[in-house]
């Protein structure tokens, strides 16, 4: 299936737009390819199929004689040769440890990506599995309760298995998740840091009243889960867990995980970080929040989305008294990433100004309210519920 009308992608809202960036074209395709061994051999055409609907790169499915790749392009601005060498490196060691994930292809002298100009471009399998919500937009709802449940249960697997990747964190930067400000002692001079090592960010930031706007919502929240995250082991993590970045075993109701997709977030934070992450991408009604001022949130999600999580990695005591308050700022540093993306690297400020003041304040905000008050209070009340222990049947 495509779902989506030729050449638009998905946007900020609920509306398709115009991409950021020109769609792969076929001789482009060729000339990436040409530098992979087994891949462009011969002289046969490269066919770019289905493009991806994700609007911050460009990727599509493409056919060279009988055999299909996953092909992906960063400008150099938002993701370098290294930054990608990180989050090939956690794939595949994930995929040595039981979490499925498309192979990465390498170059003929060994590299993971291609640089060619302005762009960076990276060549994986393509993934195994149904790729049922490709179409689907961000903070997309899981269509079946069961579905959730297996995410869950396999963002716990992943949890496992990345215990024991050791890499450092990933230093900030243009669309990445990090827990640098959420963990500071002091927030304010953590963004001020990290805007004096990201000149597009800082520029961002000069033209608001940046401190004074953080302060009402935003730092008490930090205030309230910098100590309970403090007191749990870092590790790295996926970064951006929602329905879309998964292949499925099938379209039905039962469909589990098939594979894991798209580490382009992935950084070393905490599991209960993560977590949070998976709750923030997939039970909240964000995309209504702009037009009405008001977010839905799928309380029997949250339940089963645990549940599956749970069953297999119970979260600790601590892990389960910090998840609430981690909740109202696990989006922090990816929004402001997000800010500096639109107004530094596209130039479009107006979508940096709906990042800051919709995503980066107004989620924190929201948590503020009633709505918000009351999705946290039943988190706490399903947190505090006895767990049964792992289910043998879950493990890889």
Request: glycine share 10%; aromatic share 8%.
């Amino acid at each position: 299936m495509t779902g989506q009308p030729a050449g638009l992608v998905h946007g900020m809202g609920k509306e398709l737009v115009e991409p950021d960036w020109p769609p792969l074209t076929d001789g482009e395709a060729s000339e990436v390819l040409a530098r992979y061994p087994g891949v462009a051999s011969g002289a046969a055409a490269t066919v770019v199929g289905w493009r991806s609907p994700r609007p911050m790169s460009a990727a599509a499915l493409v056919r060279i004689g009988g055999r299909e790749v996953f092909i992906k392009r960063h400008h150099r601005r938002v993701r370098s040769a290294a930054q990608l060498a990180a989050e090939h490196a956690f794939a595949g060691y994930l995929d040595g440890h039981g979490i499925p994930a498309p192979a990465v292809r390498r170059t003929v002298d060994g590299r993971t990506c291609v640089r060619l100009g302005d762009f960076v471009y990276e060549v994986h399998a393509v993934a195994a599995g149904v790729d049922d919500y490709r179409d689907a937009m961000s903070w997309t709802p899981f269509r079946h309760p069961g579905h959730a449940r297996a995410a869950g249960a396999m963002l716990a697997r992943l949890h496992l298995a990345a215990a024991g990747f050791a890499r450092p964190a990933r230093p900030p930067a243009v669309l990445m998740n990090s827990a640098v400000v959420i963990t500071a002692a002091d927030p304010l001079a953590a963004v001020a840091a990290i805007a004096g090592r990201r000149p597009g960010l800082a520029r961002y930031l000069a033209g608001r009243d940046w401190r004074a706007e953080l302060a009402p919502d935003l730092l008490p929240a930090i205030g309230r889960a910098a100590p309970p995250l403090a007191a749990l082991p870092p590790q790295w993590g996926h970064g951006d867990w929602h329905p879309s970045n998964f292949t499925w075993s099938g379209t039905g109701a039962d469909a589990q995980v098939a594979m894991v997709l798209d580490f382009g977030l992935a950084n070393r934070t905490f599991a209960v970080h993560d977590l949070a992450i998976a709750l923030e991408r997939s039970v909240f009604g964000w995309l209504d929040l702009a037009d009405s001022g008001r977010a839905s949130t799928d309380l029997a999600a949250i339940d089963t989305l645990l549940d599956g999580y749970q069953s297999v990695r119970p979260l600790t005591p601590a892990e389960a008294a910090a998840l609430p308050a981690v909740l109202p700022v696990a989006h922090t540093e990816y929004a402001l990433s997000e800010a500096e993306y639109f107004a530094d690297v596209i130039g479009a400020p107006a979508l940096a100004d709906l990042a800051y003041d919709g995503y980066l304040l107004g989620h924190a905000r929201w948590f503020a309210t009633p709505a918000g008050r009351a999705a946290l209070g039943h988190l706490q009340d399903r947190l505090a519920r006895p767990v049964a222990g792992p289910a043998t049947a879950a493990a890889p």
